[in-house]
Nanobody, 122 residues
Framework: QVQLVESGGGLVQAGGSLRLSCAAS????????MGWFRQAPGKEREFIAA????????FYGDSVKGRFTISRDNMQEKVWLQMNSLKAEDTAVYFC???????????????WGQGTQVTVSS
């Protein structure tokens, strides 16, 4: 059973940056693709980014390409999401997830963190 804990959310002005962290425990971190999703009030969960464990393959959702960067450290069992050039529409709860397959769909992930709130003021 993998436990995921996100941190690093907060309030930031438009154009600013935040770095989210996700710490994993309780499982073999290197077995999993790690992903980030977000969910704004009244909206469906949206795929942000994912990184495969073995070869570092990365892909991003269209809305964040060029602004967000996913990275991971298998030794530390952590994954990060660097968010730059933030916009008001980036406001959401951000979730870290772990799954055995590379996927842009939330059902492709087995384990989820509790989420961290990111609020971007315009």
């Amino acid at each position: 059973q993998v436990q995921l804990v996100e941190s690093g959310g907060g309030l930031v002005q438009a154009g600013g940056s935040l770095r989210l962290s996700c710490a994993a425990s309780g499982g073999t971190f290197t077995r999993y693709t790690m992903g980030w999703f977000r969910q704004a009030p009244g909206k469906e969960r949206e795929f942000i980014a994912a990184m495969r464990w073995n070869d570092g393959f990365i892909f991003y959702g269209d809305s964040v390409k060029g602004r967000f960067t996913i990275s991971r450290d298998n030794m530390q069992e952590k994954v990060w999401l660097q968010m730059n050039s933030l916009k008001a529409e980036d406001t959401a709860v951000y979730f870290c997830a772990a799954g055995v397959q590379v996927s842009a769909v939330d059902v492709g992930y087995t384990y989820w963190g509790q989420g961290t709130q990111v609020t971007v003021s315009s």
